[in-house]
């Protein structure tokens, strides 16, 4: 099998890796047993700019219903494996930043668009035909969350200064590295609920930041004039290194929720070990206690959820 990569401004779609969009969120509007085809379904809808799978199901999302708020990251072995946040990259999705926005002096002012995605291409005004870009203002866009991977690239030339908005969750490290005469990177304002700035859940600025995750540790860093910014390491958790095992013992009189078989399908993850039953019943609300049959090493091994 041959793998060609397609170049990140050819795709329709770009999958974000790291974000995790919570799927039950009222903002996504879930299409059954069509994951593998989000992208394409997220192109067709006119309102899709967002799109979330989990290997069963398609979630779709536009500006006018997102929320900011039910975004964060993977961090166990299980979400990696399942779960895949895209967003939409082309020019009619995203538009361009002179159409979006307001270009004047060596600003582009995005401030209060409503955005969700930055815009995605740059052409100097009709009025201004010599304008060049050298701020780039997203502030007051409270769903504005993610700096995607090429996301900018259409600025690569001249973008010297970025001022991000309080919703941004996820910065990719590609996105900044495709703007080398960048100089600065400011985020809007404090929290008025802490009194700290904030700042994204995978990046922080000095050591007076934290990351929005416990798992994350001190990874890259990228030096952008005379900042510091400090990339999330994930130490992704391992499944069910949580749960407390009993050998050789039987919840007599439990309730038993759910039996998982490798025939399963959807949930059949869950048959392959003590471990991945242990994460499937902390997925579950109604799972207090778990079981798993493997006393016959040629037959199928059991999950059992319990209650």
Request: proline content about 6%; glycine content about 8%.
């Amino acid at each position: 099998t041959v793998v060609v990569d397609i170049p990140l401004d050819e795709l329709t779609c770009v999958k974000e890796d790291g974000v995790y969009l919570y799927e039950s969120a009222p903002h996504f509007k879930r299409i059954e047993f069509l994951a593998g085809s989000c992208c394409q379904l997220c192109d067709e809808d006119p309102e899709c700019l967002i799109a979330m799978e989990d290997k069963r199901d398609c979630f779709l999302a536009g500006a006018n219903t997102f929320n900011s708020s039910e975004v964060g990251l993977l961090k166990t072995e299980r979400e990696l494996n399942l779960f895949s946040a895209y967003w939409m990259n082309t020019e009619e999705k995203r538009g361009s930043f002179c159409g979006r926005c307001s270009c004047d002096g060596d600003t582009i002012d995005c401030r209060g668009y409503n955005l969700l995605l930055p815009p995605r291409s740059f052409s100097p005004p009709s009025t201004s035909p010599g304008f060049v870009p050298r701020v780039l203002d997203l502030r007051e866009n409270p769903n504005l969350f993610l700096l995607g991977r090429g996301a900018l690239v259409s600025l690569s030339g001249s973008l010297e200064e970025i001022w991000l908005p309080r919703g941004i969750k996820h910065i990719a490290q590609e996105s900044l590295l495709d703007l080398p005469k960048l100089k600065a990177v400011y985020f809007e304002g404090v929290n008025s609920e802490n009194g700290k700035r904030d700042v994204p859940l995978n990046a922080i600025l000095d050591k007076s930041d934290a990351y929005g995750d416990i798992c994350c540790s001190r990874g890259d860093r990228l030096e952008i004039g005379a900042q510091t910014l400090s990339f999330c390491h994930m130490q992704v958790d391992a499944p069910g290194i949580d749960a407390v095992y009993n050998d050789h013992l039987q919840y007599i009189g439990a309730k038993v929720n759910f039996a998982i078989y490798p025939d399963a399908g959807f949930l059949s993850e869950a048959s392959e070990s003590p471990q991945k039953c242990a994460e499937y019943c902390q997925i579950f609300d109604d799972c207090n206690y778990f079981g798993y049959d493997q006393r016959l090493p040629n037959a199928q091994h059991s999950c059992f959820l319990l209650a």
